[in-house]
Structure formats: C-alpha cells, structure tokens
C-alpha cells in the first residue's frame, strides 16, 4: 500500500514538473497559402453530398479510394458523351425496376468507349479501385459496335438510340478572340483544343474530319484560303517553340476524357476554343454560363442546322453475352427497354440531343 502510494506521489510530482517546464504555444494568426491548381471547373455529382464527404478536385478524388467491386447486379459500358442525359435516365430507370429487380451493386462508366478491352479482361481500373464486373450492355459508335460483334461477344441486334445534332465551336463567355466560323480556327492567335488524337481516335476524327469537310464545302471562304490550307495551319504548325511559359501552342489536347478537358483547357486559357459535339457545349454553356458560350458551325446556338460536311454521330446499345444470373438478365433487358422509352426521349430532347 505505501509503494503504491508512494508511486503515485512520484508520478504526479513528475507530471507537475513537466507542465512547469512546457513552454506556451504561440498564437496562430495567419493562414496557410491552400496550394491547389486554380481554375478548376466543379462539375455536378449525381448524388446529394454526405458526411463524411472525401472528394476534393485535385488530389483526392482517386487515390483515397481502395477496394475491389466483383459482383453486379447490372454494369454500363458506354461512350461517355450523352453522360447529362444518362445520368437523367439511370434514375428513371433504377426508379422503374431496382425494387422489383433487387437492383443494389451497379456502375457505370462514361470515358470514352472502353468496352472491347473491358469485355476482354474483365475489369476497368479508377486509381485505386478495381471494378471486376462484367458489363451487360455495351453503347458506343458503329465502329465500337463492329469492334464487339467480331470478337464474338455479342448477343441480338444493336438497337440505334441517339443520334447527336452535329459540332460546334465553344469559347470563353464574350467570345474574347471574335471567333465566328471554322477559319478563324486557323489564325495565329487562336489556340484550339481538340480531344487526344490516338486515346480518343473517333471522336478526334469526327471533329478535326468536321472542320476540314465544313471548309472545303464553304464557297465563301476568306481570300486565299483553302480546306488543305485551314487543315494544315491547325494540325501540322510548328510547335516547336511552344511551352508553359506563356508562348502557346497552336493545337492542344488533353490526356484522356475530352469532355472533362476541354472545357478545363479554355477556362483556363491554355486554349481559346473547342470543336464538340453540340450537346456537350450545350452541358458546358448550362453548367457554367458566367464560362463559355457556343459558336455554332450552321444554324444557331438554340437551334443548330449542321452546316454541310459538319459530322453527326449515332450511338448504339448491344447487349454483352455472359453467364448472367436471372437478376442481371432482367436488369440487362429492363435496361435495353430503357434506353428505348418514351421517357429516355424526352430527356435527349432537353440536352439537345435527337433519335436517330
């Protein structure tokens, strides 16, 4: 009993000796420099933020996120364009059939089309996150499409269910280059941003094959122009003399989702204008209308006529063969009847995108 005390005499005396000796912490009155990229575009989430709540546009978005998905009840694998009309349409349709159906694990991807080499390995990587589910339908292109059928991977016919209203030419709000058509795409002073020509080939390919076809169907072109001449300014320049530095280049891209970045590329400045399928500089102008504004390429910005050569895309849903369970077969098939509603029309409607 006296060593017991006698050590909790000791053990307090020390602790008093401690706090005599400990220094007071300042006051802190300043504040950190927060270092963060500026200009980043905060897009919508599709769901109501919840606590607690980890995303952050720069450096938290991907790589805090760990773990592996391998069982759903229903997988997307889709060309990312129509992502503002999907998102409308995935709440129609988990409202219609996810209770009856037992719809709980699902996903659904909108890069651009992936979905021969997900079919192939199985599985699409999002920083620290595996997704191993199998899609059950597959959207994309007519060359997509080819793609799947001849690996075999297919079941049924692909049914046509959008067909997008042409490109347009985006820019900063107030137009501050004056850009009014495909020409002013080539002066010296303007910078355009394109999609990556090898990472995202069909949608680089209809927009700078658009600019060329649309020019070289003008008869009103600038004096000593040319579809050959426009075509060559943009994509062979120079740009060797080009840097971070100020001394921009004459053509630009991103690394991988052309809609995420070209926007980004002329809030910024790294571009002053970008060639896109309508609907998305639609979603753009809507989502930050104090950030760009539509110049279009025949017609107007409310009610665009593709101008002759100006390309439009259609866009097909093909269900997956797989050793699907009698849940995933029906949301595979309620999923396909979705895509084909009255409702999924009217909401294509809104974001300025038509039936084929």
Not at 72 to 85: E, K, P, Q
Not at 127 to 136: E, L, R, S
Not at 271 to 279: K, L, N, V
Not at 315 to 340: P, S, Y
């Amino acid at each position: 009993m006296l060593k017991t005390q006698y050590l909790l005499i000791s053990l307090l005396s020390l602790s008093s000796l401690i706090s005599a000796n400990a220094q007071a912490v300042p006051a802190i009155n300043g504040q950190p420099h927060i270092v963060a990229p500026e200009n980043l575009l905060e897009w919508p989430g599709d769901f109501s933020q919840a606590d607690p709540y980890l995303t952050e546009p720069t450096a938290n978005r991907l790589a805090d996120l760990h773990g592996q998905i391998g069982e759903c009840d229903i997988v997307l694998s889709t060309a990312g364009n129509y992502h503002m009309a999907l998102r409308e349409m995935w709440q129609v349709y988990l409202g219609k059939y996810a209770k009856d159906l037992d719809i709980k694990t699902w996903y659904y991807t909108t890069s651009p089309p992936i979905a021969p080499k997900q079919v192939a390995n199985k599985t699409v990587q999002f920083g620290n996150m595996n997704m191993n589910c199998m899609p059950q339908v597959a959207v994309g292109p007519q060359k997509l499409i080819d793609k799947l059928v001849s690996m075999g991977v297919t079941e049924g016919e692909p049914v046509k269910i959008l067909k997008n209203r042409g490109n347009v030419i985006f820019v900063k709000k107030g137009n501050p280059k004056n850009i009014k058509s495909v020409w002013d795409l080539g002066r010296k002073d303007v910078t355009l941003v394109t999609p990556h020509p090898k990472l995202e080939a069909g949608s680089f390919g209809n927009f700078s094959g658009s600019i060329y076809d649309v020019a070289a169907n003008d008869t009103n072109a600038p004096a000593g122009m040319t579809a050959d001449k426009l075509f060559d300014s943009i994509f062979n320049s120079d740009q060797s003399k080009c840097d971070n530095k100020g001394n921009k280049c004459k053509w630009v891209s991103g690394k991988r989702i052309m809609h995420r970045e070209q926007p980004w590329a002329v809030a910024t400045g790294e571009a002053d204008a970008g060639f896109i399928f309508y609907h998305l500089a639609l979603y753009f102008t809507r989502t930050f209308p104090d950030k760009f504004e539509i110049v279009p390429v025949g017609g107007s910005a409310e009610d665009p006529k593709p101008a002759k050569g100006n390309k439009s895309a259609v866009l097909q849903a093909v269900r997956i063969k797989g050793d699907w369970n009698k849940k995933q077969q029906a949301a595979r098939e309620a999923l396909m009847k979705a895509f084909q509603s009255d409702e999924f029309t009217d909401i294509l409607s809104k974001h300025g995108i038509d039936r084929p």
